[in-house]
């Protein structure tokens, strides 16, 4: 094992998994900004030619002062940089690094003729879609989501110390000597490890799925190697009561979930919601109830 701390930082500035999430968010944002700006010159033009002042008057008054996206908030950005928003806020980083900003580690992957060009073909994918089936545009914006859920896991920074030794995982503490076991997968240049801990040992938070890069995975093998009988966790009691109550809130969640999707009592768009916001919490139960096992 090595005898100095390693760090790692996995995010959209080193991992191309990541990126291209964001630039498909970037392009779902930029491509409907650009479609409604398309839209709004194509009604400039057409009311100018049917001399419909009364529109084009209206349609004006919406580009000048007609929300966060008019020229009387988008003027004083482009114009003056302290009220110019930086990268940062279009592609949050939770990692805090006062020697390399946000803007300075994402300026070479996310340059402006690219987030344009993402922009633009954003607005040509969106445009198809909702010619070919506007069902199609849902099952875009569902996509993104599941890429942004499974992409969230690969996000990650950390530190793993030789002293004691101690894992530090994004905000939190992972219990190295109540790990069981670690499987391993190699996806491009990331190493993803699906831990399991013994029973009584892990929190709610603790996670499961642990991302490293290939020098940090190694030292991480090295460590769960070299750990002492002495090292282990001792595990805590199981709350019984608490595991069963969380296990049998998040059935019972996932059976209403079932039953507004499957009984035809509400509208299909309200039952649908419906469903996905029971659903969740009937997932996050039953997860609760897994990790106090």
Request: no cysteine.
């Given at each position: 094992m090595t005898e100095t701390a390693i760090e790692w930082r996995i995010d959209a500035a080193n991992s191309f998994a990541v990126r291209a999430v964001c630039y498909a968010w970037i392009g779902l944002f930029g491509g409907g900004l650009l479609a409604v700006a398309a839209s709004a010159g194509v009604g400039a033009v057409a009311a100018a030619v049917e001399g419909n002042v009364a529109s084009l008057a209206?349609?004006?008054l919406f580009v000048l002062v007609g929300g966060p996206f008019s020229?009387?908030?988008l003027l004083p950005a482009i114009r003056d940089a302290d009220y110019r928003p930086g990268l940062s806020l279009f592609v949050p980083d939770p990692v805090s690094d006062p020697a390399e900003t946000t803007a300075e580690r994402y300026a070479a992957v996310f340059t402006p003729w690219r987030l344009l060009a993402a922009a633009v073909v954003g607005a040509v994918v969106l445009a198809a879609a909702v010619v070919v089936d506007p069902r199609a545009l849902g099952v875009l914006i569902g996509a993104l989501f599941v890429?942004?859920?499974a992409t969230s896991g690969l996000t990650t920074w950390g530190r793993l110390?030789?002293?004691g030794p101690t894992l530090e995982y994004r905000t939190g503490t992972v219990p190295l000597g109540g790990i069981d076991g670690a499987r391993r997968l190699d996806v491009g240049g990331t190493v993803l490890y699906w831990v399991s801990?013994?029973?009584g040992v892990r929190s709610f938070g603790t996670p499961?799925?642990?991302a490293f890069t290939p020098e940090a995975a190694r030292?991480?093998?090295a460590v769960l190697e070299d750990l002492e009988p002495a090292d282990r966790a001792e595990p805590e009691p199981r709350n019984w009561p608490v595991t069963i109550v969380a296990g049998g809130m998040g059935v019972t969640f996932l059976a209403v979930a079932?039953?507004?999707l499957l009984v035809d009592v509400v509208p299909l768009a309200i039952g649908a919601y419906a469903a996905l916001m029971t659903g969740l919490l009937g997932v996050l139960f039953v997860w609760a109830a897994y990790a106090l096992t």
């Open positions: 209206l349609l004006a020229l009387l908030y890429a942004l859920v110390s030789p002293d801990y013994r029973s499961s799925l642990l030292a991480f093998e079932a039953g507004l």
